[in-house]
């Protein structure tokens, strides 16, 4: 006799505490958040310019931006102005997205999976004391 398996479960959406959304399934992103979890870097295109540009994983990113302008995507112009090369933050063991969101999309539907992007690295800093707090006497 066969034995009935449950059919497989799609990918599902798991929210974390900072508001991103990762996927438990191969996706593009790693995850998709609507800001910025990481404390303000004060670079500005100069400063990023400094940066050597390096191939970077899509599945390894997570987007700082939750929407998109279509018109943006589809311009052929639209890294005329700018950098040629995303902007992407390294906080905690994570990347993030800062900037070039669309770069990233064109490469996903040219069905590449590198887009090539600036890593800047925040240095873990200590926790805040009102974060320790929240998470318990076992956090100090």
């Given at each position: 006799?066969?034995?009935?398996?449950?059919?497989?479960?799609?990918?599902?959406?798991?929210?974390?505490?900072?508001?991103?959304?990762?996927?438990?399934?191969?996706?593009?992103?790693?995850?998709?958040?609507?800001?910025?979890?990481?404390?303000?870097?004060?670079?500005?295109?100069?400063?990023w310019?400094?940066?050597?540009?390096?191939?970077?994983?899509?599945d390894?990113?997570i987007?700082?931006?939750?929407?998109l302008?279509?018109?943006?995507?589809?311009?052929?112009?639209?890294?005329?102005?700018?950098?040629?090369?995303?902007?992407?933050?390294?906080?905690?063991?994570?990347?993030?997205?800062?900037?070039?969101?669309?770069?990233?999309?064109?490469?996903?539907?040219?069905?590449?999976?590198?887009?090539?992007?600036?890593?800047?690295?925040?240095?873990?800093?200590?926790?805040?004391?009102?974060?320790?707090?929240?998470?318990?006497?076992?956090?100090?």
């Amino acid at each position: 006799m066969l034995e009935r398996r449950p059919p497989p479960t799609p990918p599902t959406l798991i929210r974390e505490a900072d508001k991103v959304r990762t996927y438990d399934s191969a996706m593009i992103f790693k995850g998709v958040s609507d800001h910025r979890p990481y404390p303000e870097h004060g670079l500005r295109g100069r400063d990023w310019a400094q940066l050597p540009p390096q191939q970077i994983r899509l599945d390894r990113l997570i987007t700082t931006k939750g929407t998109l302008d279509l018109a943006t995507l589809l311009d052929e112009d639209s890294t005329f102005f700018g950098d040629l090369f995303a902007h992407v933050v390294e906080w905690r063991g994570e990347l993030y997205l800062e900037d070039g969101l669309h770069r990233a999309l064109r490469a996903a539907l040219q069905q590449r999976h590198l887009v090539h992007g600036r890593i800047h690295v925040i240095e873990q800093q200590p926790t805040p004391v009102h974060e320790r707090d929240e998470a318990g006497p076992s956090a100090h």
